[in-house]
């Protein structure tokens, strides 16, 4: 594919503003920890509702999408939209809690929740575990995007693009820290999300496929609409929708959708003016995320199938490609080679700009983790803040090396995705109950931590080389929640709590009401315990109420794409009666 001088200087002039933003706002960002990490905990909901959902809208996040559709179909993508019953929970839960916990990460909440030498090894160890073993296998993930789109569109190897995406990521997020990345993030998502909705309508327009309706009808895509599998696939609809809908979203862990909250959802939430900008903050981030992001990726997904019906069609219109790579997540990239000559820069643009908000994200929340609670809680606890600064920057450069040496190694990204929610299967009940019940303990956590790990590694590389028949996959991962979660219940019922400073000291400071706190707050005295009212009913109320309005709103859409105006209004009108429900009840909470 050629791109002309007008592609290039779009791309060059988007590169060139990114850096700009990374060195306007490097002095600040280097004056302390919390400034690079937190950027100085002053950030307005929006700007932060923005940056997490630009941060999930990565270069291989379409990829995905497509991989799903053409596999699965429009249904298939329950194993992600799921997670909004997740995000709900924290917007109206726990982000007031973790706004006041005020630690400076989510690893930090370890030894303000338990106590003793387990507690500092858990967060020790899961600074290494998630910042660098986790990041770097979620950032490969998006470096394999980025090959793939180098390769269709660029003719790039996979050393080239690797090494031309990371480098601007790089500069900018070790200068300019958090608040960089965070101003970026706005920009780029603007830029993403426009050049996908134009892209979108110009694809269905392509003689191929002629127009809307054309493509809603063709046979190759006519099974692949359904909102929720057939009852007639009995084990698509389990795989597909049940278990995601009743299981995953609770169980599972997840970088972006962690029961709970947690990773750079919870960094953004840490870093927001108060309680209420970080709530106002993840409402926008879910609404944007699961209502309006998809149906573009949708549509070029269900146009592909027509363009490139199967993978020998990719394969034949790319021969130069290396076919190991070749899957049914490249059939966006290759979707993209289609556009007109002096647009392709503007895409192109975009997705490198899905690509650097992602990447940006994670190189600083992981960088966050080995700093502040590996490097400076065990090895140099007295270290300036400059000198955390500096080591904060050459971090973010050996994660993004890591990240990119091991994207050489991946093939698609629905497999990433699939191993990641396998490690995490199991472990979000635990996530979401900590807050609420003293009897869990670091224990619990190390406990969750270790025996999901075992179960993911067993059940993806030693159960078939064993000899034993091969497990489904909806077995594995049911299997995977139920041991996971009787391990961790057992051995939290086996061992002590943490000790009762520990415990009165993180009842007096979060408030988080409710019975399971009983027991210590018999042990405060009466100036140390808590006069907030126990909200949490309200909070699952308003979680569930918002999770219908997201829905509501998602298929309102979709059923107005598939000319079912009757449904969409209907849906529609669902839609904003909850919208209208949630602005009533969430006033409890926020007063």
Same mark, same amino acid.
């Given at each position: 594919?050629?791109?002309?001088?007008?592609?290039?200087?779009?791309?060059? =002039?988007?590169?060139?503003?990114?850096?700009?933003?990374?060195?306007?706002?490097?002095?600040?960002?280097?004056?302390?920890?919390?400034?690079?990490?937190?950027?100085?905990?002053?950030?307005?909901?929006?700007?932060?509702?923005?940056?997490?959902?630009?941060? /999930?809208?990565?270069?291989?996040?379409?990829?995905?999408?497509?991989?799903?559709?053409?596999?699965?179909?429009?249904?298939?993508?329950?194993?992600?939209?799921?997670?909004?019953?997740?995000?709900?929970? /924290?917007?109206?839960?726990?982000?007031?809690?973790?706004?006041?916990?005020?630690?400076?990460?989510?690893?930090?909440?370890?030894?303000?929740?338990?106590?003793?030498?387990?507690?500092?090894?858990?967060?020790?160890?899961?600074?290494?575990?998630?910042?660098?073993?986790?990041?770097?296998?979620?950032?490969?993930?998006?470096?394999?995007?980025?090959?793939?789109?180098?390769?269709?569109?660029?003719?790039?190897?996979?050393?080239?693009?690797?090494?031309?995406?990371?480098?601007?990521?790089?500069?900018?997020?070790?200068?300019?820290?958090?608040?960089?990345?965070?101003?970026?993030?706005?920009?780029?998502?603007?830029?993403?999300?426009?050049? /996908?909705?134009?892209?979108?309508?110009?694809?269905?327009?392509?003689?191929?496929?002629?127009?809307?309706?054309? =493509?809603?009808?063709?046979?190759?895509?006519?099974?692949?609409?359904?909102?929720?599998?057939?009852?007639?696939?009995?084990?698509?609809?389990?795989?597909?929708?049940?278990?995601?809908?009743?299981?995953?979203?609770?169980?599972?862990?997840?970088?972006?959708?962690?029961?709970?909250?947690?990773?750079?959802?919870?960094?953004?939430?840490?870093?927001?003016?108060?309680?209420?900008?970080?709530?106002?903050?993840?409402?926008?981030?879910?609404?944007?995320?699961?209502?309006?992001?998809?149906?573009?990726?949708?549509?070029? $997904?269900?146009?592909?199938?027509?363009?490139?019906?199967?993978?020998?069609?990719?394969?034949?219109?790319?021969?130069?490609?290396?076919?190991?790579?070749?899957?049914?997540?490249?059939?966006?990239?290759?979707?993209?080679?289609?556009?007109?000559?002096?647009?392709?820069?503007?895409?192109? $643009?975009?997705?490198? $700009?899905?690509?650097?908000?992602?990447?940006?994200?994670?190189?600083?929340?992981?960088?966050?983790?080995?700093?502040?609670?590996?490097?400076?809680?065990?090895?140099?606890?007295? $270290?300036?803040?400059?000198?955390?600064?500096?080591?904060?920057?050459?971090?973010?450069?050996?994660?993004?090396?890591?990240?990119?040496?091991?994207?050489?190694?991946?093939?698609?990204?629905?497999?990433?995705?699939?191993?990641?929610?396998?490690?995490?299967?199991?472990?979000?009940?635990?996530?979401?109950?900590?807050?609420?019940?003293?009897?869990?303990?670091?224990?619990?956590?190390?406990?969750?931590?270790?025996?999901?790990?075992?179960?993911?590694?067993?059940?993806?590389?030693?159960?078939?080389?064993?000899?034993?028949?091969?497990?489904?996959?909806?077995?594995?991962?049911?299997?995977?929640?139920?041991?996971?979660?009787?391990?961790?219940?057992?051995?939290?019922?086996?061992?002590?709590?943490?000790?009762?400073?520990?415990?009165?000291?993180?009842?007096?400071?979060?408030?988080?009401?409710?019975?399971?706190?009983?027991?210590?707050?018999?042990?405060?005295?009466?100036?140390?315990?808590?006069?907030?009212?126990?909200?949490?009913?309200?909070?699952?109320?308003?979680?569930?109420?918002?999770?219908?309005?997201?829905?509501?709103?998602?298929?309102?859409?979709?059923?107005?794409?598939?000319?079912?105006?009757?449904?969409?209004?209907?849906?529609?009108?669902?839609?904003?009666?909850?919208?209208?429900?949630?602005?009533?009840?969430?006033?409890?909470?926020?007063?």
């Amino acid at each position: 594919m050629q791109l002309n001088p007008l592609d290039w200087v779009i791309i060059l =002039l988007f590169f060139v503003f990114t850096l700009a933003v990374g060195i306007w706002v490097s002095r600040s960002a280097g004056k302390s920890t919390q400034d690079f990490f937190l950027s100085g905990r002053n950030m307005p909901w929006w700007l932060l509702g923005i940056s997490m959902v630009a941060t /999930t809208f990565s270069a291989d996040t379409p990829n995905l999408v497509t991989d799903i559709v053409r596999t699965n179909g429009v249904a298939g993508n329950w194993v992600w939209w799921a997670f909004l019953l997740t995000g709900m929970l /924290t917007v109206f839960v726990y982000a007031r809690l973790w706004r006041k916990s005020g630690v400076l990460t989510d690893l930090a909440f370890y030894e303000l929740r338990y106590s003793g030498k387990e507690a500092a090894f858990l967060r020790g160890f899961r600074a290494l575990y998630l910042g660098v073993f986790f990041n770097v296998m979620i950032m490969a993930s998006v470096c394999l995007a980025a090959i793939k789109i180098g390769s269709v569109m660029l003719g790039l190897s996979p050393v080239e693009t690797v090494l031309i995406a990371s480098v601007i990521t790089v500069i900018y997020s070790s200068m300019g820290g958090l608040k960089g990345v965070i101003i970026t993030d706005f920009f780029q998502f603007i830029l993403a999300m426009g050049a /996908t909705f134009w892209a979108a309508y110009y694809l269905i327009e392509l003689p191929q496929i002629g127009s809307l309706d054309t =493509l809603l009808t063709h046979p190759n895509v006519v099974n692949k609409l359904n909102f929720i599998p057939s009852l007639d696939q009995r084990e698509l609809l389990i795989t597909l929708f049940v278990l995601p809908i009743a299981v995953q979203w609770w169980s599972v862990w997840y970088p972006g959708a962690e029961p709970g909250g947690g990773g750079y959802v919870a960094q953004r939430m840490l870093s927001a003016k108060d309680e209420k900008n970080a709530v106002w903050a993840t409402l926008l981030f879910n609404v944007a995320h699961y209502a309006l992001r998809p149906w573009p990726w949708i549509l070029i $997904a269900l146009a592909s199938l027509i363009v490139y019906p199967d993978l020998a069609a990719i394969q034949s219109a790319f021969p130069a490609i290396d076919p190991s790579i070749i899957r049914d997540d490249l059939a966006y990239p290759a979707m993209m080679t289609l556009l007109p000559a002096g647009a392709i820069g503007l895409v192109v $643009a975009s997705l490198v $700009a899905a690509f650097m908000s992602t990447i940006s994200s994670h190189l600083n929340w992981g960088s966050s983790y080995v700093v502040h609670d590996f490097y400076h809680r065990f090895v140099r606890p007295e $270290a300036s803040e400059q000198h955390l600064v500096a080591v904060g920057r050459w971090s973010t450069v050996i994660l993004m090396v890591l990240s990119a040496l091991f994207a050489l190694v991946l093939s698609n990204a629905l497999q990433a995705f699939q191993i990641l929610l396998q490690i995490g299967a199991g472990t979000g009940l635990l996530f979401i109950l900590r807050w609420f019940w003293y009897r869990i303990n670091a224990y619990s956590e190390i406990t969750a931590m270790v025996v999901s790990f075992l179960l993911a590694i067993y059940f993806q590389l030693l159960h078939v080389k064993f000899g034993f028949t091969p497990i489904a996959n909806d077995i594995q991962f049911l299997l995977s929640v139920g041991i996971t979660t009787i391990a961790w219940v057992g051995i939290t019922l086996l061992t002590s709590p943490s000790d009762m400073d520990t415990l009165t000291h993180f009842v007096a400071k979060i408030q988080p009401g409710g019975p399971g706190w009983a027991k210590v707050r018999a042990n405060m005295q009466d100036d140390e315990r808590s006069t907030e009212g126990w909200n949490l009913p309200t909070g699952i109320l308003c979680m569930l109420v918002g999770a219908f309005a997201v829905y509501a709103a998602l298929f309102s859409t979709g059923y107005f794409i598939y000319g079912k105006t009757n449904e969409g209004f209907l849906l529609g009108g669902i839609c904003v009666l909850c919208f209208y429900l949630l602005w009533r009840l969430s006033k409890k909470i926020m007063d």
